[in-house]
C-alpha cells in the first residue's frame, strides 16, 4: 500500500505539472525545518489530573517549523509542537525573539501546542507546575526551527486535498443515564453523544518544481492521546505519524490539531488509530491537485474575554457527585484539587483577560489559530461560514484559554465546564470568538 501510494502520488504530480505551470504559482517560496526537544524521565507529566510520570520515551518530541514568502509580502511561520499547551507567557517572548533573529513579523507567526498528553509540563494545568528547564529548552527550539526553516526557502508549489478519517474519535462528552456528561469510568450507561464529530483530514503538500517534497502539514480533530507503547514520553499516535511519514516520504511533516475539545479516540485503540491516520494522509496526497497560490497573508488580533461567575455551592455538588459515583478510589483528591483551583479562582471573577486570534491565507486554504481548547460544533461553524473553500481550523495556537465550549455544552455541565484552570471563560465565550474568527476570515478574503 506505501508503494502504491507513493507511485499514485507522483503520477498526480506528472499529470497536473502543466496545470502548475499556468497557475499563478510563481514565487512561492517555501521552508521547512525540525527540532528534538530533549526530555528525560525526571520531567513530570501534565497530561492527567495529577502529576504523571514516565519511563522511556518513543519517537521524538519536536518542534516543527514551517515558513512561507511571496515577493512583495512578509513572511509567514507555522510552528507545530509536540507539547500539551503554550500559554501566553511562554508563547510572546518566543514571538518577539523570532521577529528580531527571523526577521519575519509577530502578526505573521502562528506557535501550535498539538496537545499530546505524553510531554513534559509546559503549564499550570490541574495540579501540575510547568518544568522550567523542558521550557527553556522548547523556546530556544521553536526559535531554532523557524530560523532552520528560514535558511531553507525555496521555490514550492502547494498541493491541497481535504480527506476524511471517521473512524479516529468520536465525540466524548456522552450523556448518562443518570443526566451527567461522560468524563471517566464506565460508560456502560451511555445513551449518545451530545455532539458532532469532525472527519476532515486536510493536507498541505508543498513541492519542489521537480515535485520533490518539501514539506507536509495534516490535521485532525481528535485529543491527542494514546501511545504505542505504554507509560512512556511521545508525540502521542499523531505526531508519530507526523515522524513515519517524514522518513517514508522526505521533507519535513508535522501535525495541527484542530478544534478537538470535545472528542476523543475512546473508540479506537492508539496503533490502529495510528494505521489509519498515516493510510488517510497518504490517500489524500496521491490526490492532492496543485494550488494557485496568490497571497500569503495573515492577521493576529487581540480577543477579550472575561472570567466566569460561578456558584461555588453548585460547582462543587457537580464535582463530588460524579466523581465520588464514577471514580471510586481516589475520589476525594480530585474533589479537592478542584476545590482547590476555584478558590483560586473565585477573586478573579469578571476580570478582563486577553489573548490572541490569528488568521492565514496561503492562496485559497485559510488557517484559523485559536487559543482554546474549542468544542468541535465550535470549529465547525467557523468552516462553515469561512469565505474561503477551504479553512483549517488550528486549536491551542499562541495561547491557551483553557476548555471553550458553546452555550449548549455549558448547560449540559460536565468535566470541560466545570471551573478550574481548565476551564474559566464565561459562557458565551465560544461564540462571541466564532464570531471574531470569521470576521478575520472575511477582511483576509477581501
Known amino acids: 500500500m506505501r508503494r502504491l501510494a507513493m507511485t499514485l502520488a507522483a503520477v498526480t504530480w506528472f499529470l497536473t505539472l502543466a496545470e502548475v505551470r499556468a497557475a499563478d504559482v510563481a514565487g512561492l517560496r517555501v521552508g521547512a525545518a525540525a527540532v528534538e526537544l530533549e526530555a528525560d524521565d525526571s520531567m513530570p507529566i501534565a497530561g492527567g489530573i495529577h502529576p504523571g510520570r514516565a519511563q522511556g520515551q518513543e519517537g521524538k518530541l519536536r518542534a516543527v517549523a514551517l515558513v512561507?514568502?511571496?515577493?512583495?509580502?512578509?513572511?509567514?511561520a507555522i510552528v507545530s509542537c509536540d507539547v500539551l499547551v503554550?500559554?501566553?507567557?511562554?508563547?510572546?517572548?518566543?514571538?518577539?525573539?523570532?521577529?528580531?533573529t527571523c526577521g519575519i513579523p509577530?502578526?505573521?507567526?502562528?506557535?501550535?501546542?498539538?496537545?499530546?498528553?505524553?510531554?513534559?509540563?509546559?503549564?499550570?494545568?490541574?495540579?501540575?507546575?510547568?518544568?522550567?528547564?523542558?521550557?527553556?529548552?522548547?523556546?530556544?527550539?521553536?526559535?531554532?526551527?523557524?530560523?532552520?526553516?528560514?535558511?531553507?526557502?525555496?521555490e514550492s508549489v502547494l498541493h491541497f486535498k481535504l480527506g476524511e478519517e471517521r473512524n479516529v474519535g468520536m465525540n466524548?462528552?456522552?450523556?448518562?443515564?443518570?443526566?451527567?456528561?461522560?468524563?471517566?469510568?464506565?460508560?456502560e450507561d451511555a445513551v449518545g453523544p451530545t455532539g458532532p464529530f469532525d472527519p476532515d483530514l486536510p493536507v498541505l503538500a508543498?513541492?519542489?518544481?521537480?515535485?520533490?517534497?518539501?514539506?507536509?502539514?495534516?490535521?485532525?480533530?481528535?485529543?491527542?492521546?494514546?501511545?504505542?507503547?505504554?507509560?512512556?514520553?511521545?508525540?502521542?499516535?499523531y505526531g508519530l505519524v507526523a515522524q513515519d511519514l517524514e522518513a517514508e516520504l522526505g521533507g519535513t511533516v508535522g501535525f495541527l490539531e484542530g478544534a478537538a475539545g470535545s472528542t476523543h479516540a475512546y473508540n479506537i485503540a492508539p496503533a490502529e488509530s495510528f494505521r489509519r491516520i498515516k493510510q488517510t494522509v497518504l490517500d489524500a496526497l496521491a490526490k492532492a491537485p496543485p494550488q494557485e497560490v496568490d497571497k500569503v497573508v495573515a492577521l493576529k488580533r487581540p480577543f477579550t474575554f472575561k472570567v466566569r461567575h460561578f456558584d461555588e455551592a453548585a460547582e462543587q455538588q457537580a464535582v463530588a457527585e460524579y466523581c465520588t459515583k464514577r471514580i471510586g478510589p481516589g475520589a476525594?483528591?480530585?474533589?479537592?484539587?478542584?476545590?482547590?483551583?476555584?478558590?483560586?479562582?473565585a477573586p478573579q471573577q469578571g476580570q478582563d483577560r486577553t489573548t490572541w486570534l490569528a488568521a492565514m491565507r496561503i492562496g485559497r486554504v485559510a488557517i484559523v489559530g485559536v487559543p482554546a481548547e474549542l468544542f468541535t460544533k465550535l470549529g465547525m461553524d467557523i468552516k462553515r461560514r469561512s469565505p474561503f473553500k477551504h479553512t483549517v481550523v488550528v486549536e491551542l495556537a499562541n495561547d491557551w484559554i483553557g476548555y471553550t465550549p458553546d452555550r449548549e455544552a455549558h448547560k449540559l455541565g460536565g468535566y470541560q465546564v466545570w471551573t478550574g484552570l481548565h476551564s474559566y471563560a464565561e459562557p458565551g465565550t465560544g461564540e462571541r470568538l466564532v464570531d471574531e474568527a470569521v470576521k478575520m476570515l472575511e477582511d483576509l478574503a477581501k
Open 172 to 187: 466524548s462528552r456522552l450523556l448518562l443515564k443518570d443526566g451527567s456528561i461522560y468524563w471517566v469510568g464506565s460508560r
Open 206 to 237: 508543498f513541492r519542489s518544481p521537480s515535485g520533490k517534497l518539501q514539506a507536509l502539514l495534516f490535521g485532525h480533530s481528535t485529543h491527542a492521546i494514546g501511545t504505542l507503547r505504554p507509560g512512556v514520553r511521545s508525540p502521542s499516535f
Open 332 to 345: 476525594d483528591s480530585v474533589i479537592a484539587l478542584f476545590r482547590q483551583m476555584r478558590n483560586e479562582l
Open 86 to 100: 503554550l500559554p501566553r507567557e511562554i508563547v510572546d517572548p518566543i514571538v518577539s525573539e523570532i521577529e528580531k
Open 68 to 76: 512561507l514568502e511571496k515577493p512583495g509580502s512578509a513572511p509567514l
Open 106 to 154: 509577530g502578526a505573521n507567526v502562528l506557535i501550535h501546542a498539538m496537545h499530546t498528553h505524553h510531554a513534559p509540563s509546559t503549564g499550570r494545568i490541574h495540579g501540575c507546575d510547568r518544568d522550567e528547564l523542558f521550557c527553556n529548552r522548547l523556546k530556544a527550539g521553536i526559535v531554532k526551527a523557524v530560523a532552520d526553516a528560514r535558511q531553507k526557502m525555496a
